[in-house]
């Protein structure tokens, strides 16, 4: 759990990233964090939908949580969906609603109109690049700037799927893969300087395995040599 405070300065967009997956949290941050083109965000976030609810104080008795702008989930999690947590979000404020943002792997046209109808601002098929930062901006409560862009119907942007159902099997399936790799590769590349602090722990991993593996090289030699049995026998 990556939470931080959810103070933030006036006009930048508090952002509650909710997803069990660390490469997929991690993407989400390093998107919103350092991205110049959509304006500034705070980021928090958790690992799982029931965090999410006690971090809003959805939970609470006396209701009091913290503030965020803007809400964006990962679809499917364990114990609590992104589904669940989008309905109770809705449900406590009618007035004055979070915004909710809905994230999936897999491009699914009754999952994306089942998200909508229920309140949620956008639904975005993961993984999560550049270009859709600006389309997460213009969907939270914070707007700075006056001409910013509405916030446009997930259906208009989102690919139709493949016909049939092996089709559309192979799709979420390559499209998950890929997804995958995109967001390694993005933590690999997204800092030197970040990436280097681990550089010392590498370097000894690597020695240390290159030690088992001479180790298990001598006792596998010393064995077959007949040291073992000379051993017994004395």
Known sequence: MEVGRAEAAEGVTRVLVVDDSPVDRRVAQLLLSSSSCAGSFHVIAVD??????????LNLEDGKGQAVDMVLTDYSMPDMTGYELLKAIKATNLLKPIPVVVMSSENEPQRISRCLNAGAEDFI?????????????????????????PCEAATKRTPPPPSGHHAAG???SASGRRGQFAGVAMILHSSSAELSQYFPLLVKLVLLAYAVLCLGEILHRWSSGGGGGRSLSL
Do not use: H, W, Y
């Open 48 to 57: 799982s939908a029931k965090k999410a609810m006690e971090f809003l104080g």
């Open 125 to 149: 098929v993961k993984p999560l690049q550049s270009k859709d930062v600006q389309r997460i901006r213009s969907c939270s409560t914070a707007r700075p700037n006056k001409g910013s862009a």
């Open 170 to 172: 192979g799709a979420a």
